[in-house]
């Protein structure tokens, strides 16, 4: 095709009619090449062409991955709407672009867009031309940003409202209107031709993180909204933009600044064009992902071979550093230092309601006092999984706990648990002093052995130096901890109760901690959970370790506290028998992560390899290790907590795999009448919305 580039010239109205009937030429001629069939003279025909093609645009990989990326169901399919259009490329008299009522990346109320003179839609959103503001201010604003001075912006880029003062004034007046009956941020687009305007389409326009909870809160102010629209008003996965560091606003000198496709961009951290504006569908994308993107740097030019971009001078190669800031379209230099989010002010305001509305808790899963205050930040109520395990694998911790496992008898065990005791203790004590007044759910050691022992043998030599032991020796403990299905084998309870030790090691570090801050007039509820148990018998054996444990320590330390014996329901044969399991439990925990291994019998560690296939063709939607798959494991679920709370009415219940943080999952759990949903602190606020809306939504 390339005219443009024969005649030296860059935008398609710079081509004269004598051009256009050589593109015109040679397309035709293109299109007899690829197709074997002339370019259609009907009208009719040229129709159904352009309606197939936006069918089959449903197909193509670029929407394939889009459906996927935002969990849109292929079966959905696409619609076409013939329309009669206007042009907006009929000369100097007439225009197209996109405004925003608001700003989608702050959430400002300013009315905001961008224009192309003498072009069509496709022109604005292909990010072909860099485009003009519609008002005044953002006109301003953006040449300030490009250095232009305000003769040249006038000049040369003015806004819509010095350019076609009278069609800018109806458009504003129009988005006005829009956002009054929408009462929502409006994405327009409009045609104006020879000096008419035309509107084209509205709709709810994609914002940032903060936009959304911005908007959401200045509509409540202004009386449009009620607080329960202004909740459901917000994405509870968005929100998770809101949490991470932002930009030290002091930071370095700025400097200009690349373009991706979908899959790319799914994967990339930030997004930096060279050409177009807030608009272009890059942005719009990248905005909808949550992605920081800073389009339309003109002055960076990209090597794609040599995988080098230069900007102001400097070449950046594959791995080296630039922020980019989204809100203003800054790129800096290096690697900017952040400051912590703010979580006060509309985000706050946004987590007050949903507290106000919630019915269901949201606790965190933490295992070290650091996650914990985290988590308390974030408004998580309480902790409702600290894996033990976890802290083993801190610092020297390690050396105790393969001393343990390597010991031959019960008293060497012994031995070294002692060790790990007073380390235990303190993590639950700075654990405790963080949930003050809130309830902490600590598991007992769930993983299987074999995980803390080296496999190699340099290590395995160092280790048995160490221990005093020979090579031989070691190697042979390690074989023997070998297993064909470790998910499946000598880990949970099962450890607890072939080595009792261990479970009152734990519980004697729990007591000892919740009395000790006792002491110290912090109020401290633990609650004590046996992992993997499939019967009764099970946790009544561990019920029995545990209680005859804090009754000892009690008595030497002449003092008590309130405590809880619970478990985790997450092997299917306990949410079969959860009336039985319910006579010893108190609480009860969803563990959905092992609840959905066993349920499909999908291994944890083995799946990820065919679920990718599985979804690319479509045997399951989403990964049931994401998404609580509510039709099958959540069968068990709901009877777990029928028929527990069968047994015991006041049975405390809630959920602690990895699906209590995905607000679709705490909408399930909530609806089953659940008491809390336990996730990591980054997805408490997530959870807290979810579980709002859950309640709104009933
Ligand atoms: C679970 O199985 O859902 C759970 C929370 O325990 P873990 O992930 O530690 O096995
Ligand atoms: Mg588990």
């Not at 399930?668 to 980054?682: I, K, Q, R, T």
């Amino acid at each position: 095709m390339l005219v443009k580039e024969e005649k030296g010239v860059k935008f398609d109205n710079e081509l004269d009619v004598e051009d256009l009937k050589e593109l015109v030429k040679r397309f035709k001629a293109a299109v007899k090449e690829y197709t074997g069939k002339d370019f259609p003279e009907s009208a009719w025909e040229q129709l159904w062409g352009g309606i197939c093609a936006v069918f089959d645009s449903w197909m193509n990989e670029r929407a394939i991955i889009y459906r996927r990326m935002n969990q849109i169901p292929e079966e959905w399919g696409t619609a076409v709407n013939v329309q009669a259009m206007v042009y907006g490329n009929m000369g100097n008299n007439s225009a197209t672009g996109v405004a925003f009522s608001r700003d989608a990346a702050t959430g400002e109320n300013i009315f905001n867009g961008e224009y192309l003179i003498n072009a069509q839609g496709e022109d604005v959103v292909a990010g072909v031309r860099t485009p003009q503001q519609i008002t005044v201010e953002g006109s301003r604003r953006w040449a300030k940003l490009q250095g232009i001075s305000e003769d040249e912006r006038r000049e040369k880029y003015p806004s819509l409202e010095e350019s076609m003062p009278v069609c800018a004034a109806e458009l504003i007046a129009i988005a006005k209107r829009l956002e009054d009956y929408y009462k929502d941020m409006q994405d327009m687009e409009f045609t104006i031709q020879d000096g008419k305007l035309w509107m084209l389409q509205t709709r709810n326009g994609k914002r940032t993180g903060a936009a959304m909870v911005k908007i959401a809160m200045d509509l409540l102010r202004a009386g449009e909204i009620d607080e329960k629209t202004a909740l459901l008003r917000i994405e509870p996965q968005k929100l998770d933009e809101l949490l991470h560091p932002v930009f030290d606003k002091d930071a370095l000198k700025r400097i200009e600044t690349s373009p991706e496709d979908l899959r790319g961009m799914a994967v990339a951290q930030g997004i930096l064009t060279m050409r177009g504006g807030m608009t272009s569908h890059a942005a719009v994308v990248a905005r909808g992902m949550g992605k920081c993107c800073v389009s339309g740097a003109g002055e960076i030019v990209v090597d794609y071979k040599a995988k080098t971009v230069e900007m102001n001078g400097k070449v950046y190669k594959e791995g080296d550093w630039i922020s980019l800031n989204g809100s203003t379209g800054d790129v800096y230099d290096g690697q900017v230092p952040t400051t912590e989010p703010e979580l006060d002010g509309d985000f706050g305001a946004i987590m007050n309601l949903s507290d106000k509305f919630a019915k269901t808790l949201v606790r965190t899963n933490a295992d070290s006092p650091r996650d914990a205050k985290q988590a308390r930040r974030f408004g998580a109520q309480g902790i409702g999984l600290c894996r033990t395990e976890h802290m083993f694998f801190e610092g020297d911790r390690i050396k105790s706990v393969r001393e343990m496992i390597l010991a031959s008898d019960e008293e060497g065990r012994r031995t070294a648990l002692a060790k790990l005791l007073p380390m235990q203790r303190g993590d639950f004590e700075g654990i405790f002093e963080a949930m003050d007044g809130y309830g902490v759910t600590v598991r007992l050691l769930d993983p299987p052995l074999h995980e803390f022992v080296p496999h190699q043998t340099a290590t395995q030599k160092e280790l048995a130096a160490e221990m005093g032991l020979t090579l031989e020796e070691v190697k042979a403990k390690v074989d023997s901890l070998e297993e064909f299905n470790p998910m499946l084998g000598h880990r949970g309870c099962r450890l607890g109760i072939t080595y009792p030790e261990i479970t009152e090691m734990q519980t004697r570090a729990i007591i000892e901690a919740a009395l000790a801050c006792k002491a110290r007039g912090i109020k401290v509820l633990p609650e004590i959970m046996v992992p993997l148990v499939g019967s009764l018998k099970e946790l009544q054996n561990q019920a029995d370790v545990i209680n005859t444990t804090a009754a000892k320590v009690f008595e030497e330390k002449g003092d008590s506290v309130i405590y809880k014996v619970g478990t985790m329901i997450e092997v299917p044969r306990a949410a079969l028998t959860a009336n039985e399991i319910a006579e010893v439990a108190e609480f009860f925990s969803f563990g959905t992560n092992d609840l959905t291994q066993m349920t499909f019998g999908f291994s944890r560690d083995d799946a990820p390899k065919f679920l990718k296939f599985y979804k690319e063709h479509g045997i399951i939607k989403v990964d049931p290790f994401e998404v609580l798959d509510q039709t099958g494991v959540g069968q068990l679920v709901e009877m777990g907590v029928k028929k527990g709370r069968a047994t015991r009415p006041d049975l405390k219940v809630g959920i602690c795999g990895e699906h209590g943080g995905e607000p679709s999952s705490v909408k399930f759990c909530a609806n089953l009448g659940m008491n809390y949903v336990s996730c990591s602190p980054f997805r408490v606020p997530i959870a807290r919305v979810a579980a709002a809306q859950a309640a709104i939504e009933d």
